[in-house]
């Protein structure tokens, strides 16, 4: 098995910056990808960015382009998220995942972090 925990939600005001961590652990030769993914109240759960383990090729939602970066640490087992210039629509739990394959498509992944809190107040 896999476990994902993530860290590091809040408060923050509008243009403020967070970052998040996952730490991966247990069968993690499984995952060729890490990534993160966002629910917002009352609507459905949306990519983020996603990561490769190995080269560490990048993909990231328009929603969050220039704004964001996801990066990892081999070492750690880690994935950050630091988000930059938030607004008050990033307001959403946001999960850590991971894939077996490249993917944007959140069927494509089976492990899932109990995800963070981030809300972005106006």
């Known amino acids: 098995q896999v476990q994902l925990v993530e860290s590091g939600g809040g408060l923050v005001q509008a243009g403020g910056s967070l970052r998040l961590s996952c730490a991966a652990s247990?069968?993690?030769?499984?995952?060729?990808?890490m990534g993160w993914f966002r629910q917002a109240p009352g609507k459905e759960r949306e990519f983020v960015a996603t990561?490769?383990?190995?080269?560490?090729?990048?993909y990231y939602a328009d929603s969050v382009k220039g704004r964001f970066t996801i990066s990892r640490d081999n070492v750690k087992n880690t994935v950050y998220l630091q988000m930059n210039s938030l607004k008050p629509e990033d307001t959403a739990v946001y999960y850590c995942?991971?894939?077996?394959?490249?993917?944007?498509?959140?069927?494509?992944?089976?492990?899932w972090g109990q995800g963070t809190q981030v809300t972005v107040s106006s």
């Open positions: 990561i490769a383990w190995s080269n560490g090729r990048t």
């Open positions: 247990g069968r993690t030769f499984r995952i060729y990808s």
């Open positions: 995942a991971g894939s077996g394959t490249y993917s944007y498509t959140l069927s494509e992944y089976d492990y």
